[in-house]
C-alpha cells in the first residue's frame, strides 16, 4: 500500500472515532427519564382550549420555593397549550391544584450470574453476584376543578398523575419532567398508564427554564 493511501484510510479512521468520541460524550451527560402517566375524567368530554386556568400555590407549604418553581413551570407549560393562565379566581374558569411527592426509596436487587475466568486453573468457573440500588418514586399529581361550581364538596372534572421511578433522590430535578408529562395528556382520559422516555434535550424541557 503506498504513503498516500495509507494517509486517506487513517484520516477517514481518525475522524470516525473523532465523531464517535464526541458523540459518546454529549450524550453521557444527556439526562433522560422514563415517566409514566394516568389521566381521569369526570365527565364525558371536557373543552379546555382557550380556557382561564387558576393556578393554586400553597403558602403554607413546606418548601415554598419549590411550591413557586413548580407553579411557575405549570403556568408555562399551559400556556405552551394554549391555555391562558390567571391569578384572579374571578377571572378563572377552572383552578388547577397540585402536589408532587418523593418516597424514602425502595431497596431493588438484581442478581447476575455468569461465568470468570479462574487465573489458577485456567478453567471458566460459575459466578454469581447481588446488586442492590435504591429506587425513588417522584410523583406530580394535577387536578382540576371547575371555578363556577366551586365549593366546599367539589370534585375534579380531571386528574392527571405522573411519575418515576429511578436512582434520582432529587425530586427538584424530575419536576420539569414530570410537568411535561403530565400536560400530554392534560384534560384527556388516557384510560391506561402511558409511558413517555423525555431527554434533557427535549425543547419542550427547555421551554419551562
Known amino acids: 500500500m503506498d504513503m498516500d493511501k495509507f494517509l486517506k484510510i487513517f484520516c477517514r479512521a481518525a475522524a470516525f472515532v473523532c465523531i464517535f468520541l464526541i458523540f ?71 383552578i388547577l391544584l397540585f402536589e408532587y411527592s418523593i418516597d424514602n426509596g425502595k431497596a431493588i436487587s438484581s442478581i447476575e450470574s455468569g461465568y470468570i475466568l479462574n487465573p489458577v486453573t485456567k478453567h471458566f468457573e460459575k459466578s454469581r453476584s447481588t ?32 411519575y418515576n421511578h429511578d436512582a434520582g433522590s432529587n425530586l427538584r430535578r424530575t419536576i420539569d419532567y414530570l410537568v411535561v408529562a403530565a400536560f400530554e395528556h392534560f384534560g384527556e382520559e388516557t384510560g391506561e398508564e402511558k409511558m413517555q422516555t423525555i431527554n434533557s434535550e427535549d425543547e419542550r424541557i427547555k421551554s419551562l427554564n
Open 24 to 94: 459518546y460524550a454529549c450524550n453521557r451527560h444527556l439526562a433522560s427519564y422514563e415517566l409514566y402517566v394516568t389521566a381521569d375524567l369526570d365527565e364525558s368530554s371536557l373543552s379546555l382550549k382557550g380556557k382561564r386556568v387558576l393556578v393554586y400555590t400553597k403558602k403554607e407549604t413546606g418548601n415554598l420555593i419549590l411550591e413557586v418553581e413548580t407553579a411557575e413551570k405549570i403556568k408555562k407549560a399551559l400556556s405552551a397549550h394554549g391555555y391562558i393562565s390567571v391569578d384572579n379566581l374571578k377571572d378563572a374558569d377552572y
Open 131 to 162: 446488586n442492590t440500588d435504591i429506587e425513588y418514586t417522584k410523583q406530580l399529581t394535577l387536578r382540576l376543578f371547575s371555578a363556577e361550581k366551586l365549593s366546599d364538596t367539589s370534585q375534579p372534572v380531571w386528574t392527571g398523575k405522573a
